[in-house]
Structures are given as structure tokens and as C-alpha cells.
């Protein structure tokens, strides 16, 4: 098999390790870029670990992935501990400022590397590398904010920036409504990825039950992923307020089991559950799980539920890596129906999808699946083949053909 022959700096300013998704989806771009033939360095800055199992671990062995690209810290004056100090009408506008000031520092650090491309997922730090006039790519998973709005708008049209990945369609809308002006040529639509390795053989779900100590009798319901993100509810509430409405299946009251963190949310989750009269046996919440037993989790599940609302998808307008190990893990999916969901999931083919902020729509929805096991395995057998098309590997191929417009057969 033929390989790629270059060098590919990415550089994020985020903190790494992280329990947050994006560290994770940082990394297994690197993995997948390095799979490809690329040689990589990842770039990140000091931050404070406050978690004590994140201390002294590396990216390799908290997220599972090979270590076949290096990684390297810079030097950073970490402000993000500030916020617990000062309120966030301060800490906001000061982020932003240290933000723009490391940026230029970690590009003039990653210029000296003479790498034949810049990656990253941070629009500051893209403004700086192609201000610098070296070759970037710019992924985009949120709808930039006013002050990265007026440094895009300075970099659309430069050279240098050779291509923009948004992650979702509704991301590259946005960037037309707010005229950030990036060449259609240079601009494409690519959804996260999975890695299919962690999802071949999986144990049957009662295997999987068996394993992590679950019941074996009853339905269960899973929602598998962080609770929150950015301060904003991923749609724990309207799917604790779903299963209030949800009777009985087959004589059995179904479990709700939520797996991801923060667990410092729980205790607001297991009042409102209380408030609306769902019992304690009906609820398990557990704390984030390292990724190579994800897939043991979500194969535990009668049925997984993307519950999103459409407040989510205004100020954060992203995909959850979550939906692709759902699709991979073989379970049927019930999810809201959001413009970022319709671009990789359709309703009655792979997926159930339901009106967003609707709890009585979800709770029919899942008494729908649980209750047509038919149509439940059909969608979920749609949805493991769909899923084959988004590997991180294949992801980063088609990023270096379009960069490089090269053509290369992909290995499975």
C-alpha cells in the first residue's frame, strides 16, 4: 500500500489530557493522520490537572490510542484556573486576550518545525498560522463568536488557509449567514469518526450486562456521554422527564442509564427525577468510563437516545462523537431531529428520530422501539453498515486529497 509522505503539525490550545470529547477526537485525528503515512507532532499547552486521575497521564493511555505520533507541551501561564475567582463577564474577555497572545506564540513555535501542514481546531491559533503564511487546515465544530468572526473574516481568502473542515452542514450554513466569506473550493463538510476495531466481536448484550454487573431482565435505556457541554444541557433533563411518562414494558419498569460525567450534575438530575415521580431503581448514572469500554456500555442497552435540544444545537452546533459509536456498537438509535443528526442519520432507515425539547415524544419513541423489536434491529443493522464510511482514518485521507490533491487506495 502506498502512503503519504509528509509532516503534519497540529497544534490546539486545549488542555491534554482532557475528560472532555474534544481531547479525545484531537488524538485519534493524529492517530488517523499517522495511520495514513504522515509523520505528526501534537502541539498543546501547559494546563493545570485538577483531576488527579488525569495526573502524570499521557494521551496514549488515557484515550487508548497508538502512540505512533509524538507530542509535545508548550509553555502557557494557565488563566483558565482564574475562572474560579472572577466572575465570567471578566474571565471571558481576559480567555479571549490570552488566547490570541499564545496563539502567536505556539505558531512561532510550530513554524520552526517547517511541517508541509498546520492543523487545528482553534480559530485564533488559525489566524496566526496563516497570517505566518504557513499551509493550514481549519476544522470548525462550533459557530466561531464575534471576536473569532473578525479574525476569520481577515484569513478566508489568504492562500495559506488551503481548507476548512466544518463538522456538520449547519455549521457551513452558518458561516454563509454571517458572511465569514470562505471559498466554496476550499470548503467541506466531514463528520467525525469511529474506530470500528473497538466495535468488531463485541459480547452479546446479555455478556455485556454480565460484565459490568447490569440487570439481565430489564429494559434498559442508555445514554452514553458526557452530560453537559460548555455549561449547556445535552438533554439529560427532557430524557429524565420522558421515561416520568413511560409505563411499563412487558411488565418490567424500564432503567434510564447514563454514562460520561460529570457526576457533580447528578444530584440536580436525581432531584428532578424525584420531583416528577421517577423512583431511584428506575436511574444508574456512572462516571466517564476510558473509551475502550465504551462499547461494552452502549452493547449493554436495548436502545441508545441522542435526546439534543435545539438550545444545544444555537450555542454549540456540533455532532457528539457518541452517534457514530452508537451506529458502530450495533443498538438501535433514537434521536432528536436536528439539521447536524439529518446529515449522518435518517429517520425509519437507521435511526428514530423525534421532534427536539419533546419529552412525550421521546417516551413514544421509546416505547415505539421497545415495543417493535423488529424495527428496532432493523435500524440498528442500517446503521452498522452506514457507519463503515466514517473511520478516523478515512477521515484524515480525505483531508490530504483534498489538500494535497492526491489520490491514494485507502486500506480497510
Not at 218 to 235: D, M, P, Q, T
Request: glycine fraction near 6%; hydrophobic fraction near 45%.
Amino acid at each position: 500500500m502506498s502512503v503519504w509522505k509528509f509532516r503534519i503539525v497540529y497544534l490546539t490550545n486545549a488542555r491534554l489530557p482532557t475528560e472532555k470529547a474534544h481531547g479525545y477526537q484531537i488524538c485519534k485525528m493524529c492517530e488517523a493522520f499517522a495511520l495514513n503515512g504522515a509523520q505528526v507532532l501534537l502541539l498543546h499547552p501547559y494546563r493545570h490537572q485538577t483531576d488527579p486521575r488525569l495526573i502524570g497521564r499521557t494521551v496514549f493511555d488515557y484515550y487508548g490510542v497508538k502512540p505512533i505520533f509524538q507530542v509535545q507541551t508548550l509553555k502557557n501561564w494557565d488563566v483558565v484556573v482564574l475562572n474560579r475567582f472572577i466572575p465570567d463577564r471578566i474571565f471571558t474577555p481576559l480567555f479571549f486576550a490570552h488566547a490570541f497572545v499564545w496563539g502567536y506564540y505556539a505558531a512561532l513555535v510550530a513554524r520552526r518545525y517547517r511541517a508541509d501542514l498546520y492543523y487545528t481546531r482553534d480559530s485564533i491559533v488559525a489566524y496566526w498560522l496563516v497570517r505566518m503564511g504557513l499551509p493550514t487546515v481549519y476544522e470548525a465544530h462550533v459557530v466561531p463568536k464575534r471576536g473569532q468572526r473578525w479574525l476569520l473574516r481577515r484569513i478566508t481568502r489568504h492562500p495559506s488557509l488551503r481548507l476548512v473542515v466544518a463538522l456538520t452542514s449547519f455549521i457551513l450554513q452558518e458561516f454563509s449567514d454571517i458572511a465569514l466569506g470562505f471559498p466554496s473550493e476550499r470548503t467541506i463538510v466531514l463528520p467525525h469518526g469511529v474506530d470500528l476495531d473497538l466495535f468488531e466481536e463485541l459480547p452479546n448484550k446479555v455478556d455485556c450486562r454480565q460484565r459490568l454487573g447490569l440487570d439481565l431482565n430489564r429494559a434498559i435505556i442508555g445514554y452514553i456521554g458526557r452530560f453537559r457541554a460548555v455549561r449547556i444541557e445535552k438533554g439529560i433533563p427532557e430524557l429524565l422527564t420522558a421515561m416520568g411518562n413511560l409505563s411499563p414494558v412487558d411488565a418490567s419498569e424500564p432503567l434510564l442509564l447514563c454514562v460520561g460525567g460529570p457526576m457533580e450534575d447528578v444530584p440536580a438530575y436525581i432531584d428532578l427525577a424525584r420531583r416528577i415521580g421517577i423512583p431511584g431503581h428506575r436511574l444508574k448514572f456512572v462516571d466517564r468510563v476510558p473509551n475502550t469500554e465504551v462499547p461494552l456500555w452502549i452493547r449493554s442497552c436495548d436502545l441508545v437516545v441522542l435526546p439534543l435540544t435545539e438550545t444545544y444545537m444555537v450555542h454549540v452546533g456540533s455532532m457528539p462523537l457518541k452517534l457514530f459509536e452508537y451506529m458502530a456498537a450495533g443498538v438501535p438509535i433514537l434521536a432528536t431531529d436536528l439539521p447536524s443528526i439529518r446529515d449522518v442519520l435518517r429517520h425509519n432507515e437507521n435511526a428514530w428520530l423525534v421532534p427536539p425539547g419533546d419529552p412525550k415524544a421521546l417516551a413514544e419513541g421509546i416505547r415505539h422501539l421497545l415495543k417493535n423489536p423488529e424495527l428496532a434491529e432493523r435500524l440498528a443493522r442500517q446503521a452498522r453498515e452506514d457507519v463503515r464510511q466514517y473511520t478516523w482514518k478515512r477521515r484524515a485521507a480525505t483531508i490530504l486529497q483534498h489538500v494535497f490533491g492526491l489520490q491514494k487506495v485507502e486500506a480497510k
